[in-house]
């Protein structure tokens, strides 16, 4: 049954006084995401720029409990905090594990792997600003082509986007979700469903950041919402291999319109130096990837 505006908590979990930039996207979707798992949940996250929101021992803002975990050890750290779990036979907590980009598609993968194929009972979040952004905007393998990063400053990055969602899926897990800050409700609808749910659960949320991406703080939701209306990044879920548009997402899909990539990419620093022919090529890309989601919604 899905939430709406009224039936979200009103508790918050993040104080006020993270150390997050300001406008940051992690922070709006992390809120969210803590609102729906309430308070019968333990947080692993890595080094990132989360561990920087949560700030500095012994103070934090995050009012439910949490591990700091070396970077490549988010997975393992929550799979043995599950298997603890387990053996204290607490049924009533959810672990979350959660990750930027770096730590995930990169660092954390085998960690990730490894604890999905075990069928490790725990909820997975990526959040994915598409670049080491605590260590100031390095490439990792979820930034786009034609983006500029500090370890490809003139020739911008060649390559696509690593298909998460692909890795993911081959692991046969019984929920994956996508989501954004910008549809709160259709992400905290997603955190809701995936702690109902036993075995891995993989959430990847998109997350606008200011500085690395270069626009206004003020434009996160903004942001947001054109890598969606754009289909550069598509809300869905697949539930036990079942594909299903959510949200915006969904309307796009039934009424057969999206923006031009160009809507998107034209409001950020970060794509500044991206040439016609990977403007191109980041269109095909977009285009093919949405195609295969329409065929995959009428199946
Ligand atoms: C093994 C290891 N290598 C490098 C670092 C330094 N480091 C800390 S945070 C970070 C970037 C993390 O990037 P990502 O996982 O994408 O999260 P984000 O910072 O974007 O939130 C790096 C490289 C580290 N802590 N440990
Ligand atoms: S660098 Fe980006 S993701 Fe990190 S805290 Fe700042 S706005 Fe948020």
Known sequence: ?????????????????????????????YRHALKALRENTIVTLPASCLCVLHGLYPSTPVAVPCLNNSFAATAASAAGIAAGLQALNKTDLTVLAIAGDGGTFDMGIQALSGAAERETDFIYCCYDNEGYMNTGTQRSSATPLGAVTTTTPIATKQQHKKDFIKIMEAHEIPYIATCSPAYPIDLYDKFVKAKKIKGTRYIHINVPCPPGWGYPPRDTVRMGRLAVETAVFPLFEIEDGKFRFTSRSKTMAERGNKLPVINYLERQGRFRRMNIEQLRQFQAWVDKKWQEYLRRSQE
């Open 1 to 29: 049954m899905p939430e709406n505006l009224f039936k979200i908590n009103v508790k918050e979990y993040i104080l006020p006084g993270t150390r997050a930039c300001q406008g940051c996207g992690l922070s709006l979707a």
